[in-house]
């Protein structure tokens, strides 16, 4: 049965999918919590969310990688006298580079934006959920954690986690009436940004508008769908590497990931790094 909900609450909604998510949910008549770490972003979307559709949109500016900083978002999550009843863990950053070279900090502090903070809040969000029996979980995970890549050993893990957690939790909470859906966008224009950098080896036409990813994420959490991987490009690139069995997707990866290793770049499924402000 397909889902209606009266209020999200969205990560990472100061730009990119996260602030398509809002955009989208407020356009259906959704209050909205915006959170992410730039308050004037979220302030400016609060107020253009407001005047368009005349909803409730609250804003709470955190910094996600802090474990102290997430409390108040989790005492928003768990707050019954003003339930959210779709949560949207969106918000995620990119490290790029042979990882034994990278500051182990922001390889951490990756972990904690896009792993431990998407649980602690779904771990906030669902037992309310659970006692209304309806609500929503979407995990936005990445393409980039369906197959190993050079040089992005800690995002593809994370992402690989994100998205094993969130089926594996779409199970678990079907019969109280909880629908959890993984979102595995592809290249998708991150930030403000709508220029590719001019030895970037994807085609304009194979990155996607996150209004879009997030609209089509939507329709995925209200019909119980698990996974959503938006696109007919994502979509099969994801279906054939699932069939492939992983010994010869490694081989062939091993391939591209030498090349990659030539020219770095960021893992599959995320804009190139210098298009993706989270890196
Ligand atoms: N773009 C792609 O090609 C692509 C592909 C696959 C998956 N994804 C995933 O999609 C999600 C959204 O990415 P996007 O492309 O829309 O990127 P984006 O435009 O760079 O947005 C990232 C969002 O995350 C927030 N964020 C980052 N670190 C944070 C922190 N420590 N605390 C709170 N908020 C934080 C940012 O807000 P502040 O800077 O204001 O904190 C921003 O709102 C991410 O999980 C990403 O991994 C993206």
Not at 126 to 139: A, F, S, T
Request: with cysteine; charged share 20%; net charge positive.
């Amino acid at each position: 049965m397909t889902m209606t909900f009266n209020r999200a609450l969205v990560t990472g909604a100061s730009g990119g999918i996260g602030a398509g998510f809002a955009r989208a949910l407020a356009a259906a008549g959704t209050e909205v919590v915006l959170v992410a770490r730039r308050r004037d972003r979220l302030a400016e979307l609060a107020e253009e969310l407001e005047q368009l559709h005349q909803v409730s949109v609250e804003v709470m500016p955190t910094d996600l990688a802090d474990s102290a900083a997430i409390d108040p978002v989790i005492q928003r999550l768990a707050d019954s006298d003003r339930p959210v009843d779709l949560l949207v863990n969106n918000a995620g950053q990119l490290t790029n580079g042979p990882f034994a070279e990278l500051p182990l900090a922001g390889e951490l502090q990756q972990i904690q934006v896009n792993v431990i903070a998407p649980m602690r809040l779904t771990h906030a969000a669902l037992p309310g959920m659970i006692k209304r029996r309806h609500g929503g979980v979407i995990n936005v995970s990445s393409i980039g954690g369906e197959a190993p890549s050079a040089y992005g050993a800690g995002y593809c893990g994370s992402k690989a986690f994100l998205t094993l957690f969130s089926q594996s939790l779409a199970i678990d909470v079907k019969r109280h009436g909880v629908h959890v859906t993984a979102l595995l966008p592809g290249f998708t224009w991150s930030g403000d940004r709508r220029d590719l950098s001019p030895d970037a080896a994807i085609s304009r036409r194979a990155v996607q508008e996150p209004d879009r990813v997030a609209r089509e994420a939507l329709v995925a959490v209200a019909a119980g769908r698990a996974l959503c991987v938006p696109g007919l490009r994502n979509k099969r690139a994801v279906a054939i590497g699932r069939m492939v069995p992983r010994r010869v997707m490694n081989a062939v990866l091993a391939s591209v990931n030498a090349t990659i290793s030539a020219a770095p770049q960021g893992p599959p499924g995320t804009a190139r790094p210098q298009d993706h402000p989270t890196s």
